[in-house]
């Protein structure tokens, strides 16, 4: 508990109950849009809502089979991804470029464009010194609104197929897509982006602006739409920031105030829809004990990498260093340990990936809390819908456990889980270790693979394992003082968060096809209780022995080899 | 499923280039102009100015050398506190080169006069490499390097930095800090810069 302070716990238990008290109303928000309800905006979005229904030729009131939508989500963000790409390219000859930046080179675009649409926005470029203020607007902020709605989307289909009873109808994908931007994401960003602005964030379309220190010399300050961005990236667990540094900027995150806000926004819709889902399923007892299987894998986590940054560097402290104030490397001033170590394991824990402080400079086993949270899937509330969705596939598996347990075909909410529902889970769950651990072993064999490094020795094995871990997770941070942008990391990278991405998403809307088909069986006495704390630590014990038994051997010669390292004093 | 494609295929061009213009244009413009119009000093960068001339960005921290001012954090970004190249170091827990620096950082530090543990902040580059701010205790380790430099008393220097730390928002947010620039630019209010 070394240099731990009180200040620090309040504030990482405060987050937690504030994260608990945001589930219900954003939850009831989401449920109305669920079920495609009137709310309140509906005299003012309804009429664009039915604009772009015209324009696409859709019928909102006709629902598709999971098959037809998941034919419409992948042709939507196949041409997101060809825009986005395209849009990059051409930059240089394209208005708002004050910077005059030319085209983006091509494996950095090609990445940066499936980065974007998966959700995952890895960032291989310094948004400052690379990106034309149009491809930030139309391009990037574009597919943060969409990735996000895509997600919540998917995690809607999931929900209709345990609520839903002999059915094969799951619901339109252009009317939850653009419900879900209309109404929640586009009017939440609109207030947010303006109390960020209110607290030191900057909206403006010029690029930069010149100063003259007080010791007279020159200081470029980059400036631009930064406030919009940041909103929806935050909401929408994106993560892709308007600067290299991301929330560590003091323009993007000015002080700690802005940092509270910006943590508790990416929890925001993961903890309601949890809410959403027990109130569609009909019991918000089902939501709650997700919730809280979620926050006690959470504070694990975040109590972790409080107390590793907290103690700081013994090498470091051997050379004169006060231990006083923690591990301070990759950390700014105004938010300190407890703030930096709270943000890197909720960034994690949900898809977000936005960073307040640099994750490769964490000492190991404060490095080790947001790739092991990365690697569980992130379903620790998650990235919006994602985090929902991948949650369910493990509890599809819990259950099937408990089933075995007690010699008993599994059901979960009235639903036989089958024999298709166990394999669809299994492929979707199995996609992650295949990804990160076969893409992190090519890389550690292939010249071009470690040429990115920038540190040697187990860190070095840390930087790969974190590189495909984010981004086959669609999270998006990074130990970055790995440089992603070659071929090799552009190309496999790019892989990783396709896969990580879609090799998940059709799993999860096959098995909403085959629930929803089912026909409900009662609860009887037999049935297993999946509201009650035995439920929730089934849940916490299953996923931490799957990932578990997947990752330690890799993380043991990571951050855990690391770890013994640093305590000798031994430096690479 | 061909079928299913050719179907989709107006709604999500249609769609998207919708979705795009709203996203992508409106929204950020409109943002632009009313936070143009209601906060304009934070929406262009919180600028500070001494007569005509921009000194910096309250937000943004800018590199002091001169024995006479309170320095700031070592930076990582460009060639130190270059406001348009954010950067932190990215050096992990065991790199040789972070305890290179370290090791040289300790010893500058020890050639300014500061005695006992060296405050982490003064050890280590910030994540931003534009951090604004440093610890009381880095500021406070500055005060008899700058004391004579200047041919100030260290007590009013002392008193300087004790008004000038800003306090974590409800006491827990955060981590108190104390703004360099702005921290300087009182300095040099007190004692008016004498030709050095």
Redesign the interface.
């Known amino acids: 508990m070394a240099n731990t302070t009180p200040?620090?716990w309040?504030?990482i238990g405060?987050f937690i109950v504030l994260t608990v008290a945001m589930a219900k109303p954003f939850g009831l928000w989401l449920h109305a849009i669920y079920e495609g309800r009137r709310t309140w905006l509906s005299p003012i979005v309804g009429p664009?809502e039915r604009?772009?229904y015209k324009?696409?030729?859709?019928d909102p009131a006709r629902e598709q089979g999971w098959?037809?939508y998941a034919?419409?989500l992948f042709?939507?963000n196949a041409?997101?991804i060809l825009?986005l790409y395209a849009l990059q390219r051409v930059q240089g000859v394209l208005p708002l470029n004050p910077q005059e930046f030319s085209g983006v080179a091509h494996p950095v675009a090609f990445n940066t464009a499936i980065s974007f649409v998966t959700n995952t926005n890895w960032q291989s470029y310094?948004g400052?010194?690379t990106m034309s203020h149009l491809v930030q607007?139309?391009?990037l902020?574009?597919q943060?609104?969409?990735s996000a709605a895509t997600g919540i989307a998917i995690a809607f289909v999931l929900i209709r197929g345990f609520a839903r009873r002999e059915t094969r109808e799951l619901g339109n994908f252009?009317a939850d897509?653009?419900r879900i931007?209309?109404y929640i994401?586009?009017p939440s960003?609109?207030v947010y982006?303006?109390l960020l602005?209110?607290?030191?964030?900057?909206?403006?379309?010029?690029g930069?602006?010149?100063?003259?220190?007080?010791?007279g010399?020159g200081?470029?300050?980059?400036?631009g739409?930064v406030?919009?961005?940041v909103a929806?990236k935050m909401l929408g667990t994106n993560g892709g920031g308007f600067?290299?540094?991301n929330a560590?900027?003091?323009?993007e995150n000015?002080?700690?105030?802005s940092?509270?806000v910006q943590m508790l926004s990416i929890f925001a819709l993961g903890a309601g829809l949890t809410w959403t889902f027990g109130r569609a399923v009909g019991n918000t007892k089902q939501g709650w004990a997700i919730l809280a299987a979620m926050l006690v894998l959470f504070a694990a986590g975040v109590s972790s990498a409080y107390i590793a940054e907290a103690s700081?560097?013994p090498?470091?402290h051997a050379?004169?260093?006060?231990?006083?104030?923690?591990?301070?490397?990759?950390?700014?001033?105004?938010?300190?340990p407890?703030?930096?170590a709270l943000f890197a394991t909720v960034t994690t824990a949900a898809s977000c990936g936005a960073?307040?402080?640099?994750h490769?400079?964490?000492?190991?086993v404060g490095g080790l809390i947001p790739l092991f949270n990365i690697q569980l899937g992130e379903i620790i509330v998650g990235g919006v819908g994602a985090g929902l969705y991948g949650f369910l596939l493990f509890a599809i598996l819990a259950i099937f456990v408990a089933g075995l347990m007690v010699g008993r075909t599994p059901e979960y909410l009235g639903k036989k889980i089958e024999a298709r529902e166990i394999k669809l889970a299994v492929l979707a769950i199995a996609i992650l270790p295949l990804s990160i651990l076969g893409f992190t072993a090519l890389a550690s064999v292939m010249l071009q693979g470690l040429e990115g490094l920038?540190?040697s020795?187990?860190?070095g094995m840390?930087?790969m394992l974190y590189a495909y871990s984010s981004g086959t997770g669609n999270n998006g941070s990074a130990?970055?003082?790995l440089t992603a942008s070659n071929d090799f990391w552009g190309l496999t990278l790019g892989i990783a968060m396709f896969l990580g991405r879609f090799f998940v998403i059709f799993p999860a809307l096959a098995i909403a096809g085959s629930l929803a088909a089912k026909k409900p069986i009662p609860a009887g006495a037999g049935s297993f209780p999946t509201t009650g704390p035995l439920w929730v630590g089934l849940l916490v014990g299953l996923i931490l022995i799957v990932g578990g038994l997947t990752f330690l051997p890799s993380l043991a010669l990571g951050p855990g080899a690391?770890q013994l390292?640093?305590l000798r004093g031994?430096?690479? | 499923m061909s079928n299913d494609i050719k179907g989709a295929l107006r709604p999500a061009i249609g769609i998207f280039v919708l979705l795009a213009l709203i996203t992508g244009l409106i929204y950020p413009l409109a943002i632009t102009a009313i936070a143009q119009a209601v906060f304009p000093h934070q929406a262009n960068g919180s600028l500070v100015r001494e007569g005509d001339i921009i000194v910096g960005s309250e937000l943004v921290g800018q590199g002091f050398v001169s024995p006479r001012y309170f320095h700031p954090r070592p930076s990582a970004a460009g060639d130190g506190y270059d406001a348009s190249a954010s950067s932190g170091s990215n050096l992990g827990p065991t790199s040789a080169d972070l305890e290179a620096a370290v090791v040289e950082r300790v010893a500058a530090a020890r050639a300014d006069g500061v005695t006992g543990p060296v405050p982490a902040h003064m050890a280590t580059a910030s994540g931003s490499g534009l951090d604004p701010d440093i610890s009381p205790a880095m500021a406070m380790a500055q005060v008899d390097r700058i004391a004579s430099a200047r041919g100030m008393p260290p007590q009013a220097l002392r008193q300087l930095v004790e008004r000038s730390i800003d306090h974590p928002t409800l006491g827990v947010l955060g981590e108190s800090h104390v703004n360099v620039l702005r921290l300087n630019r009182q300095l040099d209010r007190m004692a008016p810069q004498s030709r050095p």
């Open positions: 200040e620090g309040i504030l405060g664009v604009l772009l324009v696409g030729g859709v098959r037809g034919v419409a042709l939507f041409i997101g825009f310094g400052e010194t607007m139309l391009g902020t574009v943060n609104f969409v252009w897509l653009t931007t209309l994401l586009l960003c609109f982006a303006l602005v209110f607290l030191g964030v900057p909206q403006t379309l010029a930069s602006v010149a100063a003259t220190t007080m010791e010399a200081q470029v300050i980059a400036l739409p406030a919009s961005q929806v600067f290299n540094v560590a900027h003091p323009f000015p002080g700690d105030l940092n509270l700081g560097n090498i470091h050379a004169g260093v006060d231990p006083s104030g923690g591990n301070m490397e990759g950390k700014e001033t105004r938010f300190g407890a703030a930096s960073v307040n402080s640099m490769d400079s964490f000492t190991p920038q540190d020795g187990p860190h840390s930087e130990f970055a003082g690391e390292a640093m031994q430096t690479f």
